[in-house]
């Protein structure tokens, strides 16, 4: 009985520790690309002599960087991890 409980609990931290990691890579790929979005657009306007306003583009280029993150890792060769901004 003990070695179920303990192969049960081993399993369990295993997958939990999986699952925050995609959690984890899912809120850093949604920040990235709301963040990479806003830069551009405060750098468009800058150039185009414009004010820098909030915009809702931003939450939505951060949901699409969420969809496609992880291909980008699948596909990326980098051993390091860049981190969150």
Do not use: W, Y
């Not at 049960?8 to 920040?31: H, K, M």
């Not at 690309?33 to 405060?42: F, I, P």
């Not at 306003?53 to 993150?69: K, M, P, R, T």
């Amino acid at each position: 009985m003990n070695t179920i409980h303990i192969i049960s609990i081993v399993l369990l931290l295993t997958l939990s520790g999986c699952s925050s990691r995609q959690a984890a890579n899912a809120s850093c790929d949604f920040v990235h690309g709301a963040a990479e979005n806003e830069h551009d657009r405060k750098r468009e306007n800058n150039s185009r002599g414009r004010k820098h306003e909030a915009d809702s583009d931003d939450a939505i280029n951060g949901f699409f960087a969420v969809l496609l993150g992880p291909l980008n890792r699948a596909m990326s060769h980098s051993e390091k991890s860049d981190g969150c901004l």
